[in-house]
């Protein structure tokens, strides 16, 4: 009864792969994000959808593309990962769009580029 | 550019101790959020204080907020070694989308 899930939960990768992470919320929500977790622990917002519609698309190079299918579900595509790609990703998700909604966090998807 | 910045970057205390954390943030917000992530885990809301409201309670938590110096504290009382964790505060400016900036956070250690 997961709220927020991820996968994978871990993904190595050589340098100029194309990967994916999937994500997935029960909870009814109408609104998911994707954040970056660098090493320092910086925590930054990279795309959000509000049924499935693109709302916040920060400064993000171009191959990263976001994808929703539907209400429950957030997917990124990462083409030609570079080694600065390597970071935790979180998906989160929240019951409408305006910041005054608590976010409910996925358990992160630790992405290492080699 | 980031928000929110957090004082101490890490606090190490015994358990049964308060712990104090800090933010500071550079915008005008229209609420203020603290998260809590443990080693290896995503983050967990803890506690939603808005820009109109001075502080705020829940269980062992108390927040304030000090919005004439852009500031907010995160006080946990008696604290546990499960209280163990990395906390960021996050604000949510005036726009009407569900951006969140979260500061760089404090990592709490409280030793048993």
């Known amino acids: 009864d997961t709220a927020v899930s991820q996968t994978p939960k871990y993904l190595v990768t050589q340098m100029g792969n194309d990967k994916s992470i999937k994500c997935e919320q029960n909870?009814?929500?109408?609104?998911m994000y994707w954040y970056k977790q660098d090493s320092k622990k910086f925590l930054k917002i990279m795309f959000s959808?509000?049924?499935?519609?693109?709302?916040i698309n920060e400064t993000v190079p171009n191959r990263f593309s976001p994808k929703s299918p539907d209400k429950a579900h957030l997917n990124l595509h990462i083409n030609s990962l570079e080694l600065g790609d390597s970071a935790v990703y979180f998906c989160?998700?929240?019951?409408?769009?305006?910041?005054?909604?608590?976010?409910?966090f996925g358990p992160g998807t630790r992405l290492l580029v080699l | 550019s980031q928000q929110g910045e957090e004082d101490p970057q890490a606090l190490s205390i015994q358990e049964g101790e308060n712990a104090t954390m800090n933010c500071s943030y550079k915008t005008s917000i229209n609420n203020l959020q603290w998260y809590r992530q443990n080693s290896g885990r995503g983050l967990v809301h803890l506690i939603l204080?808005?820009?109109?409201?001075r502080e705020k309670h829940s269980g062992r938590l108390r927040v304030t907020l000090d919005t004439s110096k852009k500031s907010s504290s995160l006080l946990i009382t008696a604290s546990r070694a499960a209280d163990t964790a990395s906390y960021f505060c996050a604000t949510r400016g005036s726009s009407n989308t569900g951006k969140l900036i979260f500061g760089q956070g404090t990592t709490l250690q409280v030793k048993p």
């Open positions: 959808y509000n049924n499935k519609e693109l709302i």
């Open positions: 909870l009814g929500h109408d609104t």
């Open positions: 989160a998700s929240s019951l409408g769009a305006g910041g005054r909604e608590t976010q409910y």
């Open positions: 204080i808005r820009s109109n409201e």
